[in-house]
């Protein structure tokens, strides 16, 4: 892990970031899960491209300044981070609200910021097909919801330690200061048309946090974007199947991009 300090921002942003491999980079950005939830993907991507995977301030026990409380604040400090490192032809790849920050990212307008991978992500206001209530479901729910196969998923508190539980509270109340109880902006999806780069969106069919008309909302409103269904995947595809989501991912990457 590298901690990467950036000013600029009032007060002073510890980043910890994990960076991984050689060649074309990727940012790679975590959901409510943690930066656990996208280690697997990480060392995959990594073989064949440098992977830095920041842990969002507040999350795993890391400082958060208490000016940086929204996902286009995160975004903000992304962009500087990749303006710190000087990386160009960037591909930002975003699972839940990691897919959130990567479409506020691309709507920066950043031209490091070369492609975006929308992974089930959060952000968009719905009403006949809204995101569940995270705040208000037990671990067994979440899997329940949140997974193809919830058996091979769940998580049981009693076997945890005290300090896992505590930092896991940690990060749902940083989930709740960046993304409110709804995990939505109301003003996203007018927002979207923005954006100007290849976007591939990525849904799980089984998914029930965020239901796949999210995913048809975001490939409908990004011009161009491309909307890819994994047929026994839920909300995190790349821990259900992994194989099929780097194969996405790499074909995304190896698709010439048009002139501007």
Not at 9 to 18: A, H, I, K, S, Y
Not at 188 to 201: E, G, H, S, Y
Not at 234 to 251: C, S
């Amino acid at each position: 892990m590298t901690i990467h300090s950036l000013t600029g921002f009032g007060e002073p942003v510890q980043l910890t970031v994990d960076d991984r491999g050689t060649g074309d980079p990727i940012l790679l950005l975590h959901g409510g899960a943690g930066p656990i939830s996208v280690d697997g993907l990480a060392q995959a991507l990594g073989e064949h491209h440098r992977v830095l995977t920041p842990t969002h301030p507040g999350f795993e026990d890391t400082p958060r300044p208490e000016n940086l409380t929204s996902m286009a604040d995160l975004a903000r400090r992304y962009r500087a981070l990749l303006e710190a490192l000087d990386l160009t032809d960037v591909t930002v790849v975003g699972n839940s609200i990691g897919g959130w920050i990567a479409a506020e990212l691309a709507l920066l307008g950043d031209p490091r910021v070369a492609r975006v991978v929308l992974a089930d992500a959060a952000g968009l206001d719905l009403p006949q097909t809204p995101i569940a209530d995270f705040f208000a479901l037990t671990f067994d729910q979440l899997a329940d919801l949140s997974y193809c196969r919830p058996d091979d998923f769940r998580i049981d508190p009693s076997t945890l330690s005290p300090q896992r539980l505590s930092t896991m509270d940690g990060n749902r109340a940083a989930l709740q200061t960046y993304g409110g109880t709804a995990m939505t902006d109301p003003h996203l999806l007018d927002r979207l048309p923005a954006i100007a780069v290849p976007t591939l969106v990525v849904w799980g069919e089984c998914d029930r946090m965020i239901p796949v008309a999210h995913g048809h909302a975001f490939a409908s409103a990004i011009p161009g974007a491309r909307l890819e269904l994994i047929e026994n995947a839920g909300h995190l595809p790349q821990l259900e199947t992994p194989k099929h989501f780097v194969e996405l991912v790499e074909d995304f990457l190896d698709t010439p991009r048009e002139a501007d």
